[in-house]
């Protein structure tokens, strides 16, 4: 053995025990100071990973060189270099005593690259954080201790910016249509006369449902590397959307291979597609894992349904086969109410009118139908009768349809009545004021009359009263004076001629419409003059003993159900007459 091999191995082994005396010198006094109450001693935590050896040189204590060497574009050494402190979203803290600095924690706003901790002149320990990147990054770690755990003279933090990541997400569903249609009308049977009509009115209700369908989204993702020096190790691109806690994984295509090294300062631009299980809104989140020195990124996107991308059979088209066409594009549920005439026939026998209304949607074609089918008895063999309302609606001076029947007078509906000064149409109009008698008649006789002529069997009791009424018009006008006796035989007339335009004697009553009714109620009350003159003695019997004005109340109700004119019996009429003469006296 030489002498200079000799002496390098006499210096290793005097370095050994100087080592090996100071540790047994420290373990001693940490001991003892202990045992005195003077020393508090701190187990350093253990750290996340293990560190590795890395050889100190002066270079290394700058963090920019030490950090670039590493493979990070930022570096941060904290200063005072022993001192808690934050900086750049970075914090750390140092836990020691008198003797010094034992081990060191840390957090971040963002996932760490690396950790240098220092010991003076002796090896750097590196703690690399970059493998956790692949499952997100470490933002915080503790018990970072020095090389052979001696006293920390300072710490490194190293770092790339991560992968910056955006995205967007546009949805789609589709919409099909369905619609419905009923067809109705206020009549389902009629009976009438020859030559008569009678306004049906009819309603057609269409209504629309929806369903939607293969509700999606889709979208781009852009993966920016905002290093200017570090390419980005990329290992794999998902994107998943949250309904609620329902989870869907999209298909995401950024048409390279991974793992993918993104250069520094370029992008990787990715499309991804998600079929949902529902249209409810909610959450799309990407997530970019990587491995290496660069962290991956993130983003996230509302998912939010708007209108329909597609939809089918949004409008029809609907037709009815008595009106037309009701609409030609109806879009949204709506209803057509119209009117149509049933009628005039010429002949008797049974008819039956049906109506159909259809639809038809614009896209498919689909179509659909509802009718409704009036049920039409014409009266044979004797007829029917109608009142004076429908007679009075249905000259040829309306305003409702024309009842030729009218043309069998001689001249029409303006043929002259007798010696009134009127017409026939004009003598219906003309309301029997202060319960005028010869209009009463006139009014029942003229209905009759035409009823007649319509075809409409007679009584014996109606061809009674028929002559007794020409007569009486022969020889009397509106303003002829009359007793009250022969007032009550021209009532007891239009009663009989009353009860054989109402149905309730003779072939029965014909059906009748809405504009008849109308017409029919319009007829000044009986007795208006009188009335009023009853209004007066109902006054003052008001003032008089309770029991005079529990009778006038009664009087009150008598004379409201005697409100048409020529309905009324003339035995009614002086029933009701008879109580208002006794109201008078008692007053």
């Known amino acids: 053995m030489d002498e200079e091999h000799f002496s390098a191995i006499t210096r290793s082994m005097g370095q050994e025990l100087t080592r090996r005396g100071a540790l047994a010198r420290l373990v001693g006094g940490l001991a003892a100071a202990a045992g005195a109450g003077q020393l508090a001693i701190r187990v350093a935590r253990a750290a996340s990973v293990t560190p590795y050896e890395w050889p100190s040189t002066p270079e290394r204590n700058n963090a920019a060189r030490a950090c670039a060497e590493l493979g990070y574009e930022h570096g941060l050494k904290p200063n005072p270099e022993t001192a808690d402190g934050s900086r750049d979203g970075i914090s750390w803290d140092f836990h020691g005593g008198p003797e010094g600095i034992s081990f060191v924690d840390w957090s971040s706003q963002f996932p760490m690259g690396a950790v240098v901790v220092k010991a003076g002149s002796d090896y750097n320990l590196v703690y690399d954080y970059s493998k956790t990147n692949a499952t997100g990054g470490t933002t915080s770690d503790t018990g970072l201790y020095a090389y052979d755990s001696k006293k920390i003279s300072h710490v490194i933090f190293c770092w790339n910016t991560a992968l910056q990541a955006k995205k967007s997400a546009e949805t789609s569903y589709d919409r099909a249509w369905e619609w419905t249609i009923d067809k109705s009308a206020d009549q389902s049977s009629l009976t009438l006369s020859t030559g008569q009509a009678f306004a049906v009115n009819y309603s057609v209700k269409v209504n629309s449902t929806s369903t939607d369908a293969n509700p999606a989204v889709e979208g781009e993702i852009t993966i920016t590397n905002p290093n200017a020096s570090v390419a980005a190790t990329i290992e794999s691109v998902t994107d998943v959307i ?202 029942q006789y003229i209905a009759a009359k035409l009823n007649l002529l319509n075809g409409a069997s007679s009584t014996p009791a109606v061809d009674a009263a028929i002559s007794a009424a020409e007569a009486f018009f022969a020889s009397n006008t509106p303003t002829t004076t009359l007793s009250k006796q022969q007032q009550q035989t021209l009532r007891g007339y239009a009663s009989t001629l009353g009860s054989f335009n109402e149905g309730a004697i003779g072939p ?80």
């Open 242 to 443: 949250n309904q609620g806690g329902t989870e869907t994984v999209a298909t995401v295509d950024c048409g390279v291979t991974f793992p993918y090294s993104l250069p520094a300062g370029s992008k990787l631009i990715c499309s991804y597609q998600a079929d949902l299980p529902t249209r409810k809104d909610g959450k799309n989140t990407v997530r970019v894992l990587t491995s290496g020195t660069v962290p991956g990124g993130s983003a996230q996107a509302d998912v939010t349904f708007g209108a329909p991308t597609a939809e089918t059979d949004k409008c029809v088209s609907v037709d009815d086969s008595l009106q037309g066409v009701l609409d030609g594009n109806l879009c949204k549920p709506a209803t057509f109410n119209y009117t149509r005439n049933v009628g005039p026939y010429d002949t008797c026998g049974d008819v039956t009118v049906d109506n159909t209304a259809t639809f038809k949607t614009n896209d498919t074609g689909t179509t659909g139908s509802d009718s409704w089918t009036v049920k039409v008895k014409l009266a044979c063999g004797g007829g029917c009768t109608l009142t004076q309302g429908y007679w009075k609606t249905h000259s040829e001076l309306g305003p409702a349809p024309y009842d030729d029947t009218w043309a069998k007078l001689a001249n029409g509906a303006n043929t002259p009545f007798y010696s009134s000064g009127q017409s026939y149409h004009k003598v219906l109009w003309t309301p029997p004021a202060g319960g005028n008698v010869y209009y009463q008649l006139a009014h």
């Open 508 to 587: 029965g009553h014909c059906s009748e419409d809405k504009t008849s009714n109308d017409a029919f109620n319009e007829a000044e009350p009986a007795g208006k003059g009188k009335n009023k003159k009853a209004k007066k003695r109902k006054k003052k019997g008001r003032k008089g003993k309770k029991g005079g004005k529990g009778k006038n109340q009664k009087g009150k109700k008598r004379k409201q159900a005697h409100v048409n004119d020529d309905s009324v019996t003339p035995a009614r009429k002086r029933k009701g007459g008879k109580k208002r003469g006794k109201g008078k006296h008692r007053s």
